[in-house]
């Protein structure tokens, strides 16, 4: 195995076994509510749960073929739209929405 090959599996598998997690462990969770322990073991467990899901639901929903670059879209995606969530959050604009 390459050099190459190694890198790669290693930075593959954090971009899909950890990123999306640890994106929407702090959605769910606050900054301050849990460790980085908890928080890395969260991380793993929920992404090991939207992954799949998120790339099967899209299957089965709009007939997308499960392929690298689809399954790495998706992950992105979910990616990015735990981000907005968490920008939205401590942003003033969703303190001027809800009235405050």
């Given at each position: 195995?390459?050099?190459l090959?190694?890198?790669?599996?290693?930075?593959?598998?954090l971009?899909?076994?950890?990123?999306?997690?640890?994106?929407?462990?702090?959605?769910?969770?606050?900054?301050?509510?849990?460790?980085?322990?908890?928080?890395?073991?969260?991380?793993f467990g929920?992404?090991?749960?939207l992954?799949?899901?998120?790339v099967?639901?899209?299957?089965w929903?709009?007939?997308?073929?499960?392929?690298?670059?689809?399954?790495?879209?998706?992950?992105?995606?979910l990616?990015?739209?735990?981000?907005?969530?968490?920008?939205?959050?401590?942003?003033?604009w969703?303190?001027?929405a809800a009235?405050?």
């Amino acid at each position: 195995m390459s050099v190459l090959e190694v890198l790669r599996m290693f930075f593959g598998g954090l971009f899909v076994l950890f990123l999306p997690g640890f994106a929407w462990s702090y959605v769910f969770f606050a900054k301050k509510n849990i460790d980085w322990i908890e928080r890395a073991a969260l991380s793993f467990g929920i992404s090991i749960a939207l992954v799949p899901l998120a790339v099967f639901w899209l299957n089965w929903l709009f007939h997308t073929k499960i392929t690298l670059l689809n399954t790495s879209l998706t992950v992105f995606g979910l990616i990015l739209i735990a981000g907005v969530c968490i920008f939205i959050r401590k942003s003033s604009w969703s303190k001027d929405a809800a009235g405050k």
